[in-house]
């Protein structure tokens, strides 16, 4: 028998928090603090400015709300401008619901109609839960879609429903494959999420299949920085440490980066992402998909899965089990006592739990400059920043 002793859980996660934050996020970094709310705001503000119905921007703004409080700062308000330009010039229709195409008791085939990503994914989420509950599992693939976000705000929807969830994406190629030249696969995230007795213990793996994603990148070209051994590769395929001679013609490298560290790994599972993706949906796949942030009118026409599974279909006391596993992950005896080991979700929950103490999401001087910037094209108010 597995008990669930949810104060030794939040122990663990407040040791996590104490002494792991700083390995694995500068966010205590950053000079600016905004709260949650005028971010979620603001991001309505300027998605509204251009055309946007107000829910498809509420819903948008939710998610980047919540990679940026999950500490994926290279998903949140990083993004915004990107989603403010494709619904403005038409590449997104900011207004269009998704539709229902094909589907079984257990599966659901949806087309996004070139809808906003979050409002698609939420739609194809939900679909996927309520035939997990009747069916025992609920699989959505969709067609038509855009940039959703970060793919585990959609696995952790299941959570709340006492079942796993899944989400997948792929993406603008991006990604040089395993002893190859040319960017042609998408960074193609995986997201898994596992319920367990209390949130602190559940389960939740979000990643991309390449080392590093794009945003995460750019985010060091903002800030003048090169980047770590196995991010990216230049216009030659020769590895690069240089953001801007990754970004300007090169790639990204697959998970593991070079073919000694085992990189092929990540290239497999980026195209195991499209499979479920691209070919599955019938839409465009690796490099017949879209270049990223490409002008012109062409739509993204992403595909997505999306899945929902109950635990209780299958043997009985998976939350017990799911607590004990997470639990015994952690009090294991770590190399270095500053750095206790974690589990999938952890560092995340950790960035979640300072934005709470400190009352909002911190962010860096360029990026509140792009905001304001943005913001007066727009035509709308800045968000209130608090200086520290």
């Not at 990204?252 to 980066?257: E, N, Q, R």
């Not at 952690?330 to 080991?341: G, H, Q």
Request: glycine letters at 12%; charged letters at 20%; one cysteine or more.
């Amino acid at each position: 028998l597995f008990f669930c002793p949810a104060a030794n859980s939040r122990a663990l996660l407040s040791l996590s928090i104490s002494v792991g934050k700083m390995a694995f996020t500068n966010g205590s970094e950053l000079p600016n603090i905004v709260a949650v709310k005028e971010v979620h705001a603001f991001i309505v503000r300027c998605m509204e400015a251009v055309g946007t119905p107000s829910d498809h921007a509420g819903e948008l703004a939710k998610g980047l709300v919540a990679a940026d409080s999950r500490g994926h700062y290279s998903h949140g308000l990083n993004r915004l401008e990107m989603y403010v330009n494709e619904v403005k010039s038409g590449q997104c229709n900011g207004k269009a619901k998704p539709e229902i195409m094909k589907q079984t008791a257990a599966t659901a085939f949806v087309d996004g109609k070139n809808g906003i990503g979050f409002v698609v994914g939420n739609y194809c989420m939900e679909l996927a839960i309520v035939k997990a509950k009747e069916a025992g599992i609920g699989w959505v693939t969709c067609t038509g879609s855009n940039h959703y976000g970060i793919a585990g705000q959609y696995a952790m929807q299941a959570l709340d429903h006492g079942l796993l969830g899944m989400s997948f994406t792929n993406s603008s190629p991006l990604v040089v494959p395993t002893r190859a030249k040319q960017n042609i696969l998408g960074t193609n995230p995986i997201a898994v999420a596992a319920p367990a007795c209390s949130k602190e213990d559940s389960f939740v793996l979000d990643m991309a299949t390449s080392t590093a994603a794009l945003g995460k990148i750019e985010m060091e070209r903002r800030k003048g920085n090169s980047i770590p051994s196995g991010w990216g590769v230049d216009s030659s395929g020769k590895e690069s440490l240089d953001p801007n001679a990754v970004l300007g013609g090169g790639g990204l490298m697959p998970l593991g980066g070079s073919e000694l560290t085992a990189g092929y790994k990540g290239y497999g599972l980026a195209m195991m992402v499209d499979v479920f993706c691209g070919i599955l949906s019938g839409g465009p796949f690796a490099h017949h998909i879209r270049k990223w942030q490409a002008a012109g009118t062409s739509v993204a026409n992403l595909g997505q899965t999306f899945v929902a599974v109950d635990p209780k279909a299958f043997a009985p006391g998976f939350e017990e089990r799911m607590s004990a596993f997470s639990q015994e992950m952690r009090a294991m005896e770590p190399v270095d006592p500053n750095k206790p080991v974690l589990v999938a979700g952890d560092p995340e929950r950790c960035n979640e739990e300072r934005v709470r103490r400190e009352g909002g999401i911190r962010y860096h001087d360029v990026l509140i400059g792009a905001m304001n910037n943005l913001a007066e094209q727009l035509g709308v108010n800045h968000m209130p920043v608090q200086r520290t």
